[in-house]
T-cell receptor
Framework: DQQVKQNSPSLSVQEGRISILNCDYT??????FLWYKKYPAEGPTFLIS?????DKNEDGRFTVFLNKSAKHLSLHIVPSQPGDSAVYFC?????????????FGKGTLLTVNP | DAGVIQSPRHEVTEMGQEVTLRCKPI?????LFWYRQTMMRGLELLIY????????DSGMPEDRFSAKMPNASFSTLKIQPSEPRDSAVYFC?????????????FGPGTRLLVL
């Protein structure tokens, strides 16, 4: 049973436009959410995170929005750049003894066209 | 820092052979994770070490898989005997401390193909 779902395997946008990547989760115990970016032949790298006590976190061109009632989060990239082309993974964790454990979605391949 | 180092980067082996994957975490990091990435299951945690001690191995698929961390700077993931369904990319990651708010730094991965 997939607890973190990224329903769009791929997304293509034009340079300079907004990229919106979506993620849904089913486990209401999740209270911390992260986005990782992965280039080919490299490991995932941390991008941005958000705690469930917030509904928005911004870092430069990247903003993550959290809608707890809908169990939905999204990553906005504005403006998109060709270097943003990568696979983006959504991940979630819960407080408590297993707070080290990240549950990942399967990823969305973002292509930013020049 | 060089980041998390994994070797080999690619491994091709035949069914039934023993496979050993290696990881050197970032110096000073107390937590080490082994992940497996497949098309079917995505990225999943296999085992987690804290201060060289295995804390959670619930993700290890079966007894053919074993992992060790003999010291703070080295860990191995062994598959014996290997099977074609073990073909995947295996990532090692480390973090300064345990906890979701501690950033996990991933190595480049080992792409394993079992024929």
């Amino acid at each position: 049973d997939q607890q973190v779902k990224q329903n769009s395997p791929s997304l293509s946008v034009q340079e300079g436009r907004i990229s919106i990547l979506n993620c849904d989760y089913t486990n209401s115990m999740f209270d911390y959410f992260l986005w990782y970016k992965k280039y080919p032949a490299e490991g995932p790298t941390f991008l941005i995170s958000i705690s469930s006590i917030k509904d928005k976190n911004e870092d430069g061109r990247f903003t993550v929005f959290l809608n707890k009632s809908a169990k939905h989060l999204s990553l906005h990239i504005v403006p998109s750049q060709p270097g943003d082309s990568a696979v983006y993974f959504c991940a979630a964790s819960r407080s408590g003894g297993s707070n080290y454990k990240l549950t990942f979605g399967k990823g969305t391949l973002l292509t930013v066209n020049p | 820092d060089a980041g998390v180092i994994q070797s080999p980067r690619h491994e091709v082996t035949e069914m039934g052979q023993e496979v050993t994957l290696r990881c050197k975490p970032i110096s000073g990091h107390n937590s080490l994770f082994w992940y497996r990435q497949t098309m079917m299951r995505g990225l999943e945690l296999l085992i987690y070490f804290n201060n060289n001690v295995p804390i959670d191995d619930s993700g290890m698929p079966e007894d053919r898989f074993s992992a060790k961390m003999p010291n703070a700077s080295f860990s191995t993931l062994k598959i014996q005997p290997s099977e074609p369904r073990d073909s995947a990319v295996y990532f090692c990651a480390s973090s300064l401390e345990a906890g979701a708010q501690e950033t996990q730094y991933f190595g480049p991965g080992t792409r394993l193909l079992v024929l």
